[in-house]
């Protein structure tokens, strides 16, 4: 069973950071494509950034800000956010993509108020 475990959301003020983590089980993210989305209230899901087997590619909106790598031995995936800003407060969800399937974590809150 494929089990995407997202952590490392909270609440932050404007210009923090923080660090996402997805945690992958029944899976290797090293053969995958890899991402992160997010999701507003209100708003449709969008890509914020991802690994493929053409590179790291980000959502203008994050690009500078946002990293994302992926630690192959761990089989975890990572989202740096530095420079958070509120409209990025989201529920930001881990993806992955071998071939046809799709897989989904649960998603963890990211707040940026003062």
């Known amino acids: 069973q494929v089990q995407l475990v997202e952590s490392g959301g909270g609440l932050v003020q404007p210009g923090g950071s923080l660090r996402l983590s997805c945690a992958g089980s029944?899976?290797?993210?090293?053969?995958?494509?890899v991402g992160w989305y997010r999701q507003a209230p209100g708003e449709q899901r969008e890509l914020v950034a991802a690994?493929?087997?053409?590179?790291?590619n980000y959502a203008d909106s994050v690009r500078g800000r946002f990293t994302i790598s992926r630690d192959n031995a761990k089989n975890t995936v990572y989202l740096q956010m530095n420079g958070l800003k509120p409209e990025d407060t989201a529920v930001y969800y881990c993806?992955?993509?071998?071939?046809?399937?799709?897989?989904w974590g649960q998603g963890t809150q990211v707040t940026v108020s003062s």
């Open positions: 993806n992955a993509a071998r071939r046809r399937l799709i897989y």
């Open positions: 029944g899976i290797i993210f090293s053969i995958c494509d």
């Open positions: 690994i493929t087997s053409g590179g790291a």
